[in-house]
């Protein structure tokens, strides 16, 4: 069964610095997705970035982006330019494309941006 | 476009009681699936769809029923509550590879079983 790792439960950052949070997964799979989503305190699950198993080059969306390392089984968020409204708790995903395509979640990291 | 309706957003219940989460989606989407989120577990899956008629069991389906007669709706039953089912529940919908496997999320509902 495929199992995704975060090993950070909390992070921290300072408004307009860099962070990156960390996430680990495990599959014998070659075709697959990989998401995050954010989690801010109004509780609604809000999709950030994903990437393709199969592209080898790394999603970015605006302040977003990730260091996909297939071989490492490693998928990692790289949030820039940190901005208030990006605290909320992240939750990494992945998904296998064909069978029961469940969606399967990591624990999440809580992230505070300081002023 | 409303994406994935659920309702109610809060709900309180004595233990034995029974009742249905409502999930709805307008994006004609085949894939429906319910999950639940505890403090420091992420989300579960419970319950998942992949079309009108088909549904199957998720990692923790235990004291929760489902159906899907219709590719819209997707409700999730409590047949008998017990404390341990407090929780919040989200449903989500999904479209196929065409849509990027993207899964929308309702607003989820918080429940607490007393």
Same mark, same amino acid.
């Given at each position: 069964a495929q199992t995704v790792t975060q090993s950070q439960p909390?992070?921290?950052?300072?408004? $307009?610095?860099?962070?990156?949070?960390?996430?680990?997964?495990?599959?014998?799979?070659?075709?697959?997705y990989l998401?995050?989503?954010?989690?801010?305190?109004?509780? +609604?699950?809000?999709?950030?970035?994903?990437?393709? $198993?199969? &592209?080898?080059?790394?999603?970015?969306?605006?302040?977003?982006?990730?260091?996909?390392q297939k071989a490492a089984k490693s998928f990692s968020l790289k949030i820039s330019d940190s901005q208030l409204g990006d605290a909320a708790m992240y939750f990494c $995903?992945?998904?296998? +494309?064909?069978?029961?395509? &469940?969606?399967?979640?990591?624990?999440?990291? &809580?992230?505070?941006?300081?002023? | 476009n409303a994406g994935v309706t659920q309702t109610p957003k809060f709900q309180v219940l004595k233990t034995g009681q029974s009742m249905t989460l409502q999930c709805a989606q307008d994006m004609n989407h085949e894939y429906m699936s319910w999950y639940r989120q505890d403090p420091g577990m992420g989300l579960r899956l419970i319950h998942y769809s992949v079309g009108a008629g088909i549904t199957d069991q998720g990692e923790v389906p235990n004291g929760y029923n489902v159906s899907r007669s219709t590719t819209e709706d997707f409700p999730l039953r409590l047949l008998s509550a017990?404390? #341990?089912?407090? #929780?919040?529940?989200?449903?989500? #919908?999904?479209?196929?590879?065409?849509?990027?496997?993207?899964?929308?999320?309702?607003?989820?509902?918080?429940? #607490?079983?007393?």
């Open positions: 909390e992070m921290s950052v300072q408004e $307009a610095e860099t962070v990156t949070l960390s996430c680990t997964y495990d599959t014998s799979e070659s075709d697959y998401f995050w989503y954010k989690q801010p305190p109004s509780r +609604q699950m809000i999709l950030v970035i994903r990437q393709e $198993a199969y &592209k080898q080059q790394n999603a970015t969306e605006n302040r977003f982006s990730v260091n996909f $995903a992945y998904l296998h +494309q064909g069978g029961s395509e &469940k969606l399967v979640f990591g624990k999440g990291t &809580k992230l505070t941006v300081n002023p | 017990a404390p #341990s089912q407090t #929780s919040v529940y989200f449903c989500a #919908s999904k479209g196929g590879r065409l849509a990027k496997n993207i899964q929308y999320f309702g607003a989820g509902t918080r429940l #607490s079983v007393l």
